[in-house]
């Protein structure tokens, strides 16, 4: 720990590192709250997945087609968004279950992304950091991207605050009080992936899931209003982030993996002392 606060004050890459994971807590508390309230986690994990697609693809496109600039993350963004019209929209309209669609988004997306993968040259290191994260590699454009991205993020999900509390909580009232639902959902489910699209970038595609669930999950604990949820909720992602950054600093351990470690643990305790604490009241 004291290294790692020795070294922030003059090493660039840790600094970019501990305002990506700020800057991609707000936005997940704010995103995992209605995640975690509308029980929409599966389609998250798929769009998660999904996304190794739209990098792979953007990388092929980098090293064979030689655009350089498409970005992973800018890969990561169309294949997101993508992902999560489909979703929408097939359970929607095509009145399909919802879990065989989100299964197909999630075994194509990751498919797609490991043909391009496998066909572009040479050794793909930057991919693999994508896949299990590396907030360390956190370039400034990448911060920048991150940056607008998380700001996008926040102000749709303010500005819209009402009409998903009432999707989230029933969908019923909202009809009869006029609101499309349907397209609030699609609007809900674009967020999550953008979210998901920040996140990976400091835990990687394979945890994105946790780090999008955990916090939220925890603060539920603590909170009866979903603004109260939201904001203990970015209050925890931080803690969890900056700790598993200081954490595994020293002792030359995968940030993402720890942070993930610090976020679980925090549940598994919040969520055990409050059933004693209910059972105790009964």
Not at 17 to 39: F, H
Not at 50 to 64: E, F, K, N, W
Not at 224 to 236: A, E, G
Request: charged share 10%; with cysteine; hydrophobic share 55%.
């Amino acid at each position: 720990m004291y290294e790692f606060l020795a070294d922030i004050q003059h090493q660039t890459f840790l600094q970019y590192a501990l305002l990506t994971g700020i800057l991609a807590s707000i936005a997940c508390g704010i995103i995992g709250s209605y995640v975690v309230t509308r029980r929409i986690t599966y389609i998250a994990g798929a769009i998660a997945h999904s996304i190794l697609g739209g990098m792979g693809a953007a990388r092929y496109a980098q090293v064979v087609c030689q655009w350089d600039w498409f970005h992973p993350l800018l890969g990561a963004v169309a294949a997101a968004l993508l992902s999560a019209l489909i979703i929408g929209m097939v359970s929607i309209k095509a009145h399909e279950r919802e879990d065989t669609v989100i299964g197909a988004v999630w075994a194509i997306g990751m498919a797609i992304g490991i043909l391009f993968i496998f066909k572009t040259p040479g050794y793909n290191e930057d991919l693999m950091s994508y896949l299990f994260g590396n907030v360390l590699m956190v370039s400034s454009s990448d911060l920048w991207f991150i940056a607008g991205l998380d700001g996008l993020i926040i102000a749709i999900g303010l500005i819209f605050y009402n009409k998903f509390l009432a999707i989230c909580f029933d969908e019923e009232f909202a009809r009869l009080r006029g609101i499309s639902v349907e397209f609030y959902y699609l609007v809900l489910l674009a967020l999550t992936a953008l979210t998901v699209v920040l996140l990976v970038s400091v835990v990687g595609i394979v945890m994105v899931i946790a780090l999008l669930t955990l916090p939220a999950a925890t603060a539920g604990h603590f909170s009866r209003k979903l603004w109260h949820m939201m904001l203990l909720s970015s209050l925890f992602t931080i803690i969890f982030t900056t700790g598993g950054l200081a954490l595994s600093y020293g002792p030359d351990l995968p940030p993402g993996a720890t942070t993930i470690v610090l976020a679980g643990g925090v549940y598994l305790v919040v969520a055990f002392l409050s059933r004693i604490v209910r059972f105790s009241r009964a």
